[in-house]
């Protein structure tokens, strides 16, 4: 018994899965049937966590879904952030924005309306970025450059797919995004998604670099084309 705990704890999957599942994680969750589907894929668990513990632990926003799923099972392994033992602020969120824009900021390939003025230091370059992204909901990343918006606080928490200047929305909430990442179901062919949280400014980011189409899709305005860069250093 004891042995199973400890492998658990390390991450291993346990034989039984009550030694795992949380313990205020609901009877009827889904995160309870897609455990069992996750780990036959391979995806190591530790035990869930209590509403106490994920209340007292973090100090950033957990909407319910995913309140839900880290109450039911916690994902532990390579490329998943374990948020247990760290923390994660709205400054670290923004300079992380950054770091993911910055080639692509500096080889001109992106610049945002609402940035304004397009500076001509990289270093004031990348403070517009970071200044910007410290008023946008709150990114939190789940799995290698995956990252749930957290903001609002409300069920069905957007996931986002975010590499460099390239994001795209990766799950209307937690459970799609789960089943997109590991379990071979194609959100992309499922047009149009359910209602889901706004992204807020994010938006933007997604809307970069896109035809602007009517409802038969067809061209209204092309891409506009950004002037080239002029960096002084």
Known sequence: MFRWLIRAIRGEFAVSPDIVIGPDSPLNSPF?????????K??????????????????????????????????????????RDRN?????????????????????DIWLESWGPRPRHKAEAR???????????????????????CEPVLPNTPVLSIYGSDWIYYG???ASWLEQEFLGRDLFNEQPWPPHQSIGQWQE??????PELDEHGNLIAPVPELPPTDWLD
């Open 127 to 149: 403070g517009v970025v970071v200044e910007w992204a410290t008023k946008g909901p709150f990114l939190l990343p789940l799995f290698g450059h995956r990252f749930a918006v």
């Open 88 to 108: 994660w602020s709205r400054r670290d969120m923004a300079e992380r924005v950054a770091d993911e824009l910055q080639f692509n900021v500096e080889s001109g």
């Open 42 to 83: 391979g995806v190591k668990f530790s035990p869930g966590l209590s509403n106490s513990d994920i209340n007292n632990r973090f100090g950033f926003p957990i909407p319910p879904d995913l309140r839900e799923f880290w109450s039911t099972v916690f994902p532990v392994g390579k490329r998943w952030w374990d948020w």
């Open 172 to 174: 209307w909430n937690i």
């Open 32 to 40: 309870r049937d897609l455990y069992e589907r996750l780990r036959e």
């Open 205 to 210: 980011v997604l809307d970069f670099g896109c």
